[in-house]
């Protein structure tokens, strides 16, 4: 159904979702953004927020595209049909000032997305720092993106934060610090780590006033959630 002004009735929308997606209509306010003309011709996209009336509890948050008659809805964004397609995914990942070793003009490139905490993370280290750069060193430039869940590990914000301000100081001490901190997992707790980590710093010959300051500066985190 459409409104009358030619885009998507909002309350045809809201019936369909609150049914959907059992979203009780005492218990959640739906609250749908503008529609915008999406990438896909005869789309618009919105997004809807569903929360919790009584203050309490997660918002839920959904980006869809609805066709401009209001019949069809995507969840998720269309997948472009070019020779490419992967370029946009590639275009997102911003490599700029981001800890890498390999070749300087390589035939790949590897981006590892990691947590300095997580024991998955760990397991591939071997094969990021020694197999891969002996295979293929010639063609190969790996390059790291700090990915911390510090939901489910402690001590993961604080070791990417460490690892970003290393870097920052001194990029060639940031991988020996990479492979130290993933093998302190188990053995030290958040305040532990953050002193190993001041000491480990310094054995790097890393300022430790400028670490400091690097540690407490806003922009840090930034750079690790760029």
Known sequence: KVSADGQPDPATLERFL????????????????????AAMPGFLSATVQAVP?????????????????????????PIRVEPDPFREVREQIDLRNQPAFGSAVPRVTIVEYGDLQCSYCKAVVQVVRQDIPRDFGRDVRIV??????????????????AGRCIYKQNAEAFWPYHDWAYDQQGRLTPDQFKKAAAAFAQQMKVDNAQFTACLANPDTRAEIER
């Open 18 to 37: 609150r049914r959907y997606y059992a979203w009780p209509s005492d218990m959640l306010t739906l609250k749908v953004s503008p529609f915008k003309a």
């Open 53 to 77: 009336k009584a203050g309490k509890g997660e918002v839920e948050t959904l980006d869809f595209q609805i066709s401009a008659d209001g019949r069809f809805l995507l969840k998720e964004a």
């Open 144 to 161: 790291f993106k700090d990915y911390p869940l510090w939901e489910i590990h402690p001590w993961a914000w604080d070791a990417a934060a």
